[in-house]
């Protein structure tokens, strides 16, 4: 029989900005930074003590969708801005490789993006997870925060939910679509491979065609998912992201901890087939599973605008596009756009903005749009948009959008082909 316990709290006030961003990943950081430079006084919350979400804590360490070239070619130029200016600034640490698909390195990215902060002046509280809000007269009044230290309330004047599940929606009245878990799409455990002696496996792979096909068909039915490995850029390392799991809804903290224990198992037992199928992984040792479940989707916003694959594939352009995005399949030179109206629900707080994988698009059209360097580019619009409202006291669907994108074009971003 459920019970409610029904308390009453008096939360301190601790922190106070303009602009508050939820999430410090792709997203979230690109929101922050964005708002920073156009004199916003920002506070960025992230659960984890670092930042970078899927990029880092995750390990999704490949970058898809910056042109509308095949694989690791280029095509025209889409995606610039915040997300190229990170990219630069892994140059001299030699962490980044292959433009315009890229493949970075976690640990510099976490380094890059603090810097990145800390230069523009936000102010970030990590190991802090948003849990709930105020609201007074159809606005964020703050939010409130739950952290080693206790709980505390952070007021600000213009939010930004950048969280990837879309968090604040549950708590601030703003309708979402959440499909059941079955028809989610999967979520991923992460792991890589030490030891590794890499050109002899490329070299199997290569010169033994039928072989390879014949230790994949073997570990689908041992492991339950296909053979593919990367390598990362440490000598002798690689990283795998085969290990689907279905049927998770990644908003469920239960969901969540079964996916994590079943992916560390079964990451386990697919180091273990490497080591015995594959040439070149003999001596292989481990090295990790992803601190982070790699997570695709779960809600996403009904906005002021509905984005549908049927746009996508027609490639319809808007008065107020803010991002450019590769169309599937890869190659094919057709690219579609997201309008400013699907970062803006259609209900709820007008002070709030959605920003990454959450925002109002339709489930198909989700696997196009939810890349990193789509997710950085939507915060860069985001935390824009987030300033601009700020600086002419307007709720976020009254923002000038023939402003936005030109201080968006002016900031790098790439509206046109």
Partial sequence: MSTFITETLKTPVIADADVVVMGGGPAGVTAAIAAARLGADVILIERWGHLGGQATGGLVIEFFGASDGATHEWGRKIKAGLYEECLERLRPYAAVTRFPDVLIHPEYLKLVYQQM??????????????????????????????????????????????????DSAKWCGVPYELLSADQLKPVTMVYRFGNVDIK??????????????????????????????????????????EAHIFGIDCSKAEDMMKSEFWGRERAVAAFEFYRKHVPGFEKATWVDTAPQMGTRESRRIRGVYWLTSEECETGRMFEDTIVLNPFRPRGSGHIFAIPYRCLVPKAGPKNLLFS?????VAHDVLDWMREIPSCACLGQAAGTAAALALEVKCDVGAVDTTRLRTTLVDAGAILEV
């Fill in 117 to 166: 902060i800390m230069e523009a002046g936000v102010k970030p509280m990590t190991h802090s997870i948003a849990v709930s809000a105020t609201i007074e007269d159809d606005k964020i009044a703050s939010v409130q925060v739950e952290n080693k230290s206790g709980r505390g309330a952070v007021l600000g004047k213009v939010f930004v939910d950048g969280t990837g599940d879309a």
């Fill in 200 to 241: 002899r496996a490329q070299k199997f792979k290569k010169e033994n065609p039928q072989e390879y096909a014949t230790v994949v068909e073997q570990s689908k039915e041992e492991l339950g998912f296909s053979l593919a490995w990367n390598p990362t850029m440490n000598k002798g390392e690689v990283w795998t992201d």
């Fill in 356 to 360: 990454g994988r959450c925002i109002s």
